[in-house]
Each structure stands twice: as C-alpha cells, then as structure tokens.
C-alpha cells in the first residue's frame, strides 16, 4: 500500500534557527495537506498543495510539492517557541478518487530552545 | 460552533470490558473518521464512514466496531478492551468531496490495564 515518509522524526533547535521537514510518497500523489498539533492537542490543517511545483507562503512558513507530486517538504524562517509541534504531512489514501481518506506520515516534532 | 467534540475525554479501562467512544460534529459534514495515534507511529485509520448508516474500514479496524445512525455522530466501541488498545483516539470530519481537509476532535486518552 501506499507509504508517506517523513524526515526527521525529531527537530532541536535555537530559536531564530530555520527547520525543514521532508515528506515521501512511493506513489505520485494528488495533492498533498499539511498538519500541525501542538503538544498535548489535536492535529490542525494547515495548508493544501495540488499543483506540481506549487508554493506556498503562511507568514514564515514556506510550503513546497515537488515537480513529480511525490515528495514535498516544509520550512519555518527564524523559528519562535509558538512553533513548537508535530508536523505532518497526509496525502490520499488509495486509487479511483479515494481523495477523502488520507495516509499520514508519521511526523516530525520539532522543539526550540528559547 | 463547537466543531468536533469527543467525549470522554480520559477513561482508565480493565482488559475485557467494553466502551463507547463518542464523536459529534456540528459542520453538517458527510465524511468522518477514527483514528489513533501512538508514539511515533502517526495517525492511524482506524474506521471511517462517508455518510449516515454507512461505514468501512481503515488500516488497523480489528477489534473496533463503529456506527453512524445520524449524520452528526460517529460512535467508535471496543467489544473486549486489551492492553494494545492503549492510545489516544482521534475523531475526524470533512466535507464531502476530493482533497477537504480533515478537522480533528480534541482526542480521547484510554488506558486499558
């Protein structure tokens, strides 16, 4: 079946640093969503990808999906404590437009030191 | 709107008893899901329904059964609770349609002794 691979799986930085995740799939996906759960909370979607190349901004976050739809990755400018969390990437589950069930990677917990 | 709201929150069960986990959702949305999470394992699909008195399985559904009579409710039960249950229980719900993200209950912590 489908995997979603992410990389790291922890994250320690100073504050002001900038992180990056890195997220695979073994098939080409659709699009790809992007969540966050703060410690001791419950995951929050964060931002959508579909298109091949597309990026995307939030402030200091800076969403990208690769050209083969296959991979796409997450940088945070100048982490603040606020950012401290799992991330996880999720793409769709299955073939024939399947595109309401998602696979998650398992996720990268970044922390920073203050 | 309070959105997706599990109840309860924290339960302590003993191996082989049963529970209900409860799951509501305010957004009139068609699909809904159970997952859980455990330590460095992600979210896992545990069962998931794409409207009322419809329901399927997700990747790890043994052991759990689940129901929608309504559409706003989604109710995830375990017959005979084992130790390997212990997880946190996340609900989730979406519009109908390709790519809705998925917003997520605040969780159920079980601990099965």
């Known amino acids: 079946g489908q995997q979603v691979m992410q990389i790291p799986q922890y994250q320690h930085v100073q504050e002001g640093e900038d992180f990056t995740t890195y997220c695979n799939s073994s098939?080409?996906?659709?699009?790809i969503q992007w969540y966050k759960q703060r410690p001791g909370g419950h995951p929050v979607f964060l931002i959508q990808l579909v298109k091949s190349g597309e990026v995307k901004k939030q402030k200091r976050l800076t969403f990208q999906f690769g050209e083969a739809k296959k991979n796409s990755s997450l940088h945070i400018t100048a982490t603040q404590t606020t950012d401290v969390g799992t991330y996880f990437c999720?793409?769709?589950?299955?073939?024939?437009?399947?595109?309401?069930?998602?696979?998650f990677g398992k996720g990268t917990l970044l922390t920073v030191n203050p | 709107n309070a959105g997706v709201t599990q109840t309860p929150k924290f339960r302590v069960l003993k191996t082989g008893q049963s529970m209900t986990l409860l799951c509501a959702q305010d957004m009139n949305h068609e699909y809904m899901y159970w997952y859980r999470q455990d330590p460095g394992m992600g979210l896992r699909l545990i069962h998931y329904s794409v409207g009322e008195g419809t329901t399927a399985k997700g990747e790890v559904p043994d052991g759990y059964n689940v129901s929608r009579l309504k559409k706003q409710n989604f109710l995830l039960g375990l017959e005979s609770a084992a130790p390997s249950q212990t997880s946190v229980y996340f609900c989730?719900?979406?519009?109908?349609?390709?790519?809705?993200?998925?917003?997520f209950g605040d969780g159920t912590r079980l601990s099965i002794l």
């Open positions: 098939t080409t996906l659709s699009n």
């Open positions: 999720a793409g769709p589950t299955g073939s024939g437009g399947s595109n309401y069930k998602l696979t």
């Open positions: 989730a719900s979406s519009r109908q349609g390709d790519y809705q993200p998925q917003h």
